[in-house]
């Protein structure tokens, strides 16, 4: 089992940037597909961005695509979603979550692992 805690969130003016992170718990993190959702007031949790166990592979949905890079540190067990250009409608709070099946992709029910969140808001 593996324990995810996420960190980096805040306010942000439009145009801005911030770097989330999460950390997880255990020796095994290299072997986790991990990814990011977010889920904003009244809306359902969406998907994010995907990498692979080596982080050789990533992928993004399309509204976040040459804003966000997802990346990971399997030395620190950690992975960051680094967010540039942010829009008000990126607003939302924003979940780790990781799962051993390397072919998790963007559902959520895809991955066993949640953390408990990060709260990013961006102003206009």
């Known amino acids: 089992q593996v324990q995810l805690v996420e960190s980096g969130g805040g306010l942000v003016q439009a145009g801005g940037s911030l770097r989330l992170s999460c950390t997880a718990s255990?020796?095994?993190?290299?072997?986790?597909?991990m990814a990011w959702f977010r889920q904003a007031p009244g809306k359902e949790r969406e998907f994010v961005a995907r990498?692979?166990?080596?982080?050789?592979?990533?992928y993004y949905v399309d509204s976040v695509k040459g804003r966000f890079t997802i990346s990971r540190d399997n030395a620190k067990n950690t992975v960051y979603l680094q967010m540039n250009s942010l829009k008000p409608e990126d607003t939302a709070n924003y979940y780790c979550?990781?799962?051993?099946?390397?072919?998790?992709?963007?559902?959520?029910?895809?991955?066993?692992?949640w953390g408990q969140g990060t709260q990013v808001t961006v102003s206009s």
């Open positions: 979550a990781a799962d051993r099946n390397q072919f998790a992709t963007t559902r959520e029910y895809d991955y066993a692992y």
């Open positions: 990498i692979s166990w080596t982080g050789g592979s990533t």
């Open positions: 255990g020796r095994t993190f290299s072997t986790y597909v």
